[in-house]
DNA sequence: AATGAACTGTACTATTTGGTACAAAATTGG
DNA sequence: CCAATTTTGTACCAAATAGTACAGTTCATT
C-alpha cells in the first residue's frame, strides 16, 4: 500500500461521466467526452477502468442507483404515506425541473441504447429496473399494511404497472412537452392506487 | 428522361435499411452496415440519399410510418369493434412474435438513440408518435360513437394513455421475459377502456 | 535517501468512420 | 451511331476513434 495517490475523486469523475452518458447517451458517448468531462488523462481513465468505455458506464450505473434508487428507497420506506409518495413522484416527472432529470432514466436509456452485443450492459440496466420495480412493490405493499390501498391488486402486480408508468412516461416526455397532457395522464394511470 | 436505370428498388433498400436500423438502432447503425444490407455501393447510395444517413433514416420513417401505422388505421377505421382491437393488439405486443417486431418502437427508439444535435429527426419521431396517438384516439372516439365505451375520459386523454402505453411496453418488454407478467399488465392497463 | 508501488501525461498506432471524386457503364432520344 | 443523361463502382481521403506503450512523477515504507 504504497504509491502515487490519485489527483481526483473516484465518485466526482464518476459523477461527471453520468452526466456525459445521460445528456448524449451511451453509443454517442466517446471517450473524448468522458476525459474531457471527467478532466482526466488516458493515462488514469485506462489505469482505473481497464474494461474501458464498457466499464465506466457498468459504474456509473451502480453510482445512479446509489444515487437516486437508493434516495426513492429510503423516502418510500420512511415517509408517512407512501401512496401519496408515489403520486408526487410521478407528477413531479411532468415538469420542466423533475428532480431526476429530463433525459429520460438511465436504466431504460441504456436497453434501448446499448448495441446488442453489449449484452452485459443490458442485462445489468434490466436488473436495475426490476430493481425499482421491487422498489415500488414495497412502498405498494406498505401502502396496503398501512390500510392506505384498498385495491385488490397485488403489491407485485402494481409494482409492475408502475415501473411500466415509469417507463412510459420517460419516453411520452420526450414526445409532448405539454405539461398539462402529461400530469392528466400520470393522474389518469394513478388511479390504480385506490 | 433517359440515363442508365437503377439496378435497385427504392423501396426494397428502405425496407432493409429499416432492419438494420431496428435491429442495431440508429447510432450503431454505420454506413457500412447499411450499405451491405441495401446490397449497393457508395456511388448509388450517395447519389440516392445525397443527406447521407440521416436522410436514409428520415426515409425509413416515413417506410415504416407506411407500413405498419397505416396498417394499424386502416384496420381500427373498419373494424367493427375498435375497442377490442386495441384490446388485441396491445395483448399480442407481450407475445414473443409480436406483429411490430421485438425491437420496440422504432420512433420511441429514435427518440432515445439519437443525438441531441439531430434535433430534426427527433421532431419527426414525435410527430409520428403523435400521429399513433390520433389513430388511438380516432379508434377510442369511434368506440365511443358505437356505444362500446362508457367511461367518462374524453377520447383524447384515452388516446395519450394508450400512446404512453406503447411507449411503456416498448421499454418494459426488454426488461421482462415474463409473458405472463406483461399480459397482466396489459390487462390492468386496459381497464380504463369500459 | 533509496526502493518500489501507484499513478499520470504524452506520443503513437491502427482502425473505422463518413464522405468525395470521377471515370466508366447503361440507357433513351435524335 | 452519337450525344445527353443518369447511375454505378472504385479508389481515395481526412477526421475521429479507441486503445497501447512507456517514460516519468509522486508518494509510503524502510
Redesign the interface.
Known sequence: MAGRPKIYDETAILDKAVEVFW???Y??ATADDLLNAMGIGKGSFYFAFKGGKEELFRKSMERVVELNFKAIRDALTTCADPVQFIQDFFLSLTGNESPVGNK?CY???A???V??DDAGL?MI??KY??LLEEIFTEAVQRGKDLGLLHTP?PAG?LG??L??????????R???SDQR?LA??VR??LK?LN
Open positions: 445528456e448524449k447517451g453509443a454517442n429520460g436504466f431504460g436509456n436497453l434501448i441504447q448495441s446488442a443490458k440496466a434490466a429496473l426490476h391488486e402486480a409492475t404497472y415501473v411500466n408508468l415509469w417507463n412510459g412516461i420517460n419516453v411520452t420526450r414526445m409532448e397532457k392528466e395522464l389518469m394511470n390504480v
